[in-house]
Nanobody
């Protein structure tokens, strides 16, 4: 059974930084891609950054230039470095991993970690 466990959330002032981590119970090199999503109250869950097994990353416009996604397959961990945080970044952040077997896709989710941005 694949488990993803996020950590690193908390309360930060506007302009501050946080680094989220997502520890996987299996080798992250087994995943086709990994991603970070977030969901604020009353909003749908949105994709904010993803990274493939080859290291190609993409970002939502709302976080481009401020957030950096990375993965350390030696530690089986996905990271999200968040800088210049804004109040609108406050949300529950979820780690996601996708594996593929032939034409079948499997998606795994963490339990989420809360990020609050307030002065």
């Amino acid at each position: 059974q694949v488990k993803l466990v996020e950590s690193g959330g908390g309360l930060v002032q506007p302009g501050g930084s946080l680094r989220l981590s997502c520890a996987a119970s299996i080798s992250t090199s087994d995943f086709y891609a990994m991603a970070w999503y977030r969901q604020a109250p009353g909003n749908e869950r949105e994709l904010i950054a993803d990274i493939t097994s080859t290291g190609t990353s993409r970002y939502a416009d709302s976080v481009q230039g401020r957030f950096t996604i990375s993965r350390d397959d030696a530690k089986n961990t996905l990271y999200l470095q968040m800088n210049s945080l804004k109040p609108e970044d406050a949300a529950i952040y979820y780690c996601n991993a996708e594996s593929r077997w032939r034409t079948v896709k499997f998606n795994y989710w963490g339990q989420g970690t809360q990020v609050s941005v307030s002065s």
